[in-house]
């Protein structure tokens, strides 16, 4: 069985700061790795993943997130928040064996730029 | 990519009745999944619907109260069955892509 465990519920980050949300997850067998972004009133949208090669992988409007093995970790940043990173940001697994299907997700962050 | 869309947006219903949820892919797609979020809590998958086979139940998810439909390529429905207050949750539905899922806005259910 896999789980994925999202600490910060909320985090609150000044506009043009830079921000990181946690993930970390438990699984035994290797895992796919996602992140995904819930706009107000939107549906959930892939921000990046990691399937292979390089631990660190950039995703769209200039996220990036680094897989850990050791520390099961799959920590996101970005740099500098805008007021349009208001969102809720849900991080995923799955079995390698199952590719895209089966997610396990976390619980979510709620993160709130504030001007 | 794939667009997804969910009838209803959301519904509050009584205790007792049930409602059907529909989910319309704007393209033919193979696997589809309905996912439930409660409050407060991670999205959690009820079962996988392939067209022309029974949907696939994840522990915890019965099909008496969790019926599927997917009479084609490109839609899918979700009923609820006999609802109770605990039913109250955000209903997702997604499609399989080649390495991500395409989520519907979500129906917003609550049950009185």
């Known amino acids: 069985a896999q789980s994925v465990t999202q600490l910060d519920s909320q985090v609150p980050v000044f506009e043009e700061a830079p921000v990181e949300l946690r993930c970390n997850y438990s699984s035994s067998v290797s895992v796919y790795l996602f992140w995904y972004v819930q706009y107000p009133n939107q549906g959930l949208q892939l921000l990046l993943k990691?399937?292979?090669?390089?631990?660190l992988v950039k995703g769209i409007n200039g996220f990036e997130a680094e897989f850990n093995k050791s520390q099961t970790s799959f920590h996101l940043r970005k740099p500098s928040v805008h007021i349009s990173d208001t969102a809720e940001y849900f991080c995923a697994v799955s079995d390698r064996d199952f590719g895209n299907e089966k997610l396990t997700f976390g619980t979510g962050t709620r993160l709130t730029i504030i001007p | 990519s794939a667009v997804i869309s969910q009838k209803p947006s959301r519904d509050i219903c009584q205790r007792g009745t049930s409602l059907t949820i529909q989910c319309q892919v704007d393209s033919q797609v193979t696997m589809m999944f309905w996912y439930r979020q409660q409050p407060g809590q991670s999205l959690t998958l009820i079962a996988t619907?392939?067209?022309?086979?029974?949907?696939?139940?994840e522990s915890g998810f019965v099909i008496d109260k969790f019926p599927i439909s997917r009479p084609n390529l490109t839609f899918s429905t979700l009923t609820v069955s006999n609802m109770s207050p605990e039913d109250s949750s955000i209903y997702l539905c997604t499609c399989a892509g080649a390495d991500t899922q395409y989520f519907g806005p979500g129906t917003r259910l609550t049950v009185l």
């Open positions: 619907a392939n067209q022309g086979s029974e949907a696939t139940y």
């Open positions: 990691y399937l292979s090669g390089s631990t």
